[in-house]
């Protein structure tokens, strides 16, 4: 799923609007604006501004990629890691390190 997607459900869910609602007052049919909630197709720069405009956002605020699950993630691996003993948490070091070092090297 795209931030855009993501987020387009978030801000409608929080405003209490209906994907045929957001369509509607956006002036786009409910098919071409549930392709975007799906992530299949991406508005253009015209329309998008109109949806943030009808879900009372920004563009930058819809395009921006979720980082609250990045952030629960990190702190559960904390406080998972503060449980560990100083070896062990060694261990788990050496292990990342190595698997950044495979990604890089990958290219991914």
């Known amino acids: ?19 045929a609602e957001v369509a509607r007052r956006a002036g786009l049919t ?19 501004l109109n949806i943030a405009k009808v879900l009372q956002s920004s563009v930058d605020e819809l395009l921006r990629p979720n980082t609250e699950h990045v952030a629960s993630t990190a702190d559960r691996l904390l406080a998972a890691a503060a449980l560990l003993s100083a070896d062990d948490q060694a261990i788990i070091l050496v292990q990342t390190e190595a698997l950044l070092s495979l990604r890089r090297g990958s290219g991914r």
């Not at 799923?1 to 994907?19: G, Q, Y």
Request: hydrophobic residues 30%.
């Open 30 to 48: 409910e098919r071409t604006y549930g392709n975007y909630v799906l992530g299949r197709t991406e508005p253009n720069l015209s329309t998008l």
């Open 1 to 19: 799923m795209t931030p855009l997607a993501t987020n387009l459900r978030k801000r409608a869910d929080a405003l209490k609007l209906s994907n």
